[in-house]
């Protein structure tokens, strides 16, 4: 059955206005770094529920949103995740990892030990929803990598417009996060994102970013 049409209400701007915002928001976005380093003031469930919206907007695969956010931020919740988190970490820095990847680490500085699990006012766990069941059917979600990846994107973006910061944390692997937040079979562990205030002693690695010329290709036709 075809969907209700509406018209789409969009609020078109000069090349100028585009070009101003476009400046703004990389300036922005280039201050954003993964933060390792929490305080643990308090940040505002209002709040939390708004960035987590934003993200919800993200578009997805037949608009079937195959995502979950679970906001976590209870404190003996936290303990229990960092405990299971440094668990594995320990079997990953000492057995998983090969060479390569330990040495591609290095720069970063990190290891087993995860602090800001626990204290950081928020951790905010993304799973991916590959199928669900509607009216006691079970239907497939169609791209949920891709899907969740942009709502994760998003939601991060949104993190850090607001004023707050994040890091992407991927203990793997990360089924304990289903157990310990009741979460079905259905849903799997995308993303655990710790999110708040930096510490006031935070430091993050002065690293060489790759830059875009490496990373975009324009067509042999184009005449930017």
Known sequence: MAANMIPFDFHRRTEVEMRARADELLAEMQQRRSCRFFNDEHVSREI????????????????????????????????EIRIAAEAEEHISYTQRMPPQWLEALEPIGTDEHKPFLEIAPWLVILFRIDWEFVDGEKYKNYYPVESTGLAAGMFLMACHQVGLATLTHTPSPMNFLRDLLGRPANEKPFLLVPVGYPSKDCTVPDLLKKPLTAALQWDAEENP
């Open 48 to 79: 939390i529920e708004k960035v987590i919206e934003i993200g919800h907007t993200a578009p997805s695969g037949a608009n079937r949103k195959p995502w979950r956010f679970v906001a976590v931020s209870d404190p003996k919740l936290k303990r």
